[in-house]
């Protein structure tokens, strides 16, 4: 294609609200255009990006044996009402109703719909496993639409749905879609790491998400630095460890004043952080509990959760009820349950709490006091790694793929059964697979740019060969040559932007290299003189002059 044939508004300053590199060049580059908060317009860079991501995430699946549906994105609320999640699903599930005031809803994911489609249509065990994708629009209205595609409101997902006879065969298509997920991922030249994750609360407990390792990343990843082992910062499972410390000191009471951080009773004391404890009062539906941590490390809401129920931090006033001072609250003085996190409970000699305004214990230790152990708290930098090999690094990452099994929530609830082999009826049990396709474009970006713009990987280049003639409006010479060479990619099945603009080389130099086109041709009336071309990659500062005449095959010898 030809430059003035194609709207690219590539522009010098990136707006205002783009906090993060990937916003800023999409903008830049005229990939995409701003309508409203988190609503976004492909424009053709943009859109021949987006196409073929989707092309490589369609060959991949539809080798995995996956078959291609597409369902609507407008969803009638009974479905929802069928699975429970009418009730469930907060703001992000953007309601509204029609003219004859029926509920209906913008599909955030399809879950029930699909399931609704397989209660309909698959009767016989026979006909398991089958896994259904689709590449369509979803919408979430996000609390914080942010960093232009990576989180917006309207996004591209694949997601993909199975649904088998029993959890032999799920886990078999849930481990062909691992690899299938790497193989795609692969190919996009992403640098991402597959974690173990926490499914939330779309139920299900075997859950693997893929990460792109950036440090604009929203979540936090921990790894072994001598293992495989990965997993979000959330779901790292920590065990009790045996007390390796002794108590040596004796029990003493601190005028620590209005000091009622950790951080600042730790540097009032010259102490570290780690040998402090601290007390944290929750309301469960039982009444309140107590939970201890180390100083250092922070509470995980949902380990809390899945020990004890959904839960909320007392109130101030709560607290009081409870006769206990806020900033000191310590481990000895408590009339509710104690839930002591495994590493605070190993502590010796520590210190927390006086339970008396403006003072702290120092020597404290866990004699004589009664309570219960657990895991607790969010894993931190330089803790043991699970598998016992090795200790933790902790990386950002930027969720662009989720596949979890489901199990039979939505199948139960939606009544997606099947006669099985016996004649009896059994419900299916699920596996659900997700891509954030518009977001992977994002991501790619953040792991591939430098100061002059993207450097697109091979695979999802809008082009693959930039031409750039200078004064090809003036020089005929330069525009036969280009026009020929021109030519002879289109014959040969390259995808070749010709940029044949009465712009000013630097201008279209710049443009390229902010577009992110993997090779550039530079033709002049030099090069003309010579005979030659100018060949630059974009991920290589140096040029190499080619003969005219081999041009064709050099370049046919760069593209993978
Ligand atoms: P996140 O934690 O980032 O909100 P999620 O857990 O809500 O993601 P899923 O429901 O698993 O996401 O959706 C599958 C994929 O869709 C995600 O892995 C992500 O790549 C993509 N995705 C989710 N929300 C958005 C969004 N608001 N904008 C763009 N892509 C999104
Ligand atoms: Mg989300």
Known sequence: MKTTNLLIPTQKEAPNDAQIISHQLMIRAGLISKLASGLYSYLPMGLRVLKKVEAIIREEMNKSGAQEVLMPVAQPAELWQESGRWEQYGPELLRFNDRHNRKFCLGPTHEEV????????????????????QIQTKFRDEIRPRFGVMRSREFIMKDAYSFHLDQNSLQQTFDVMHQTYCNIFNRLGLDYRPVLADSGSIGGDNSVEFHV?????????CFSDRSDYAANIEKVAFSKQSRTCKAKASEEKVLTK???SIEDVAQFLNINQEQCVKTLIIKTSDGFTALALR??????????????????????DEIKSLNLK??????????????????ASALCDFVCGADEWDYHLT???????????????????????????GKLLIKRGIEVGHIFQLGTKYSQAMKANVI?????????????????????????????????????PESIAPFQVVIVPINYNKSTRVKDLADQLYQQCLDAGIEVLLDDRKERAGIMFADSELLGIPHRMVLSDTHADNGNVEYKARNNPDKVEVKFDEVLSFIQSKLG
Not at 114 to 133: C, D, E, G, V, W
Not at 326 to 343: P, R, T, W
Not at 364 to 389: C, H, M, T, Y
């Open 114 to 133: 699909i399931t609704h489609l397989a209660a309909q249509y698959i009767r016989s065990y026979k006909q398991l496993p089958m896994n259904f994708y």
């Open 213 to 221: 390792l950036a440090d604009s990343g929203e979540d936090a990843i």
């Open 258 to 260: 209005k000091k009622t």
């Open 295 to 316: 100083g250092d490390h922070e509470l995980n809401e949902i380990k809390v959760q899945n020990l004890v129920g959904e839960f909320e931090f007392a109130s101030d």
């Open 326 to 343: 806020k900033g000191f609250i310590g481990v000895k003085a408590l009339s509710v349950n104690l839930i002591v996190d495994y590493s």
């Open 363 to 389: 020597g404290a230790n866990w004699q004589g006091i009664e309570f219960n152990e657990a895991d607790l708290r969010n894993a931190v930098e330089g803790d043991v790694s699970p598998d016992g090999k």
């Open 420 to 456: 099985g082999e016996s004649g009896k009826a059994v419900t299916t049990t699920m596996g659900c697979y997700g891509i954030g396709v518009t977001r992977v474009i994002a991501a790619s970006i953040e792991q591939n740019h430098d100061d002059r713009g993207i450097i697109f």
